[in-house]
């Protein structure tokens, strides 16, 4: 069974940074797309970003796009999200997902999910 465990979120100011880490416990990790959800209160969890199994494709939210990058190092089992010029609607939980590919997780949704990781963007 694969376990994905989030850290990094935190309450920052409007225009902050955060960076988000998921370690992956599988000993199969560059096999698996990764891709970021969020949830906001009363709000449908929503994809963020995705990245390929090799770190070589991406893909982003048009909400995002320009401010969220998403990166992996396949030595370490770790996937990052870095989120500049943050704004208060990108406040969520924030969830790390694994899945086949980009368009799998894009379209099917995730095979496995993070527990989350809070993220309060104050105005």
């Known amino acids: 069974q694969v376990q994905l465990i989030e850290s990094g979120g935190g309450l920052v100011q409007a225009g902050d940074s955060l960076r988000l880490s998921c370690v992956f416990s599988g000993r199969t990790f560059w096999n698996y797309a990764m891709g970021w959800f969020r949830q906001a209160p009363g709000k449908e969890r929503e994809f963020v970003a995705a990245?390929?199994?090799?770190?070589?494709?991406?893909n982003y939210a048009d909400s995002v796009k320009g401010r969220f990058t998403t990166s992996r190092d396949n030595a370490k089992n770790t996937v990052y999200l870095q989120m500049n010029s943050l704004k208060f609607d990108d406040t969520a939980v924030y969830y790390c997902a694994a899945g086949a590919t980009i368009g799998t997780i894009t379209t099917r949704g995730p095979t496995y999910w993070g527990q989350g990781t809070q993220v309060t963007v104050s105005s």
């Open positions: 990245i390929s199994g090799s770190g070589g494709i991406t």
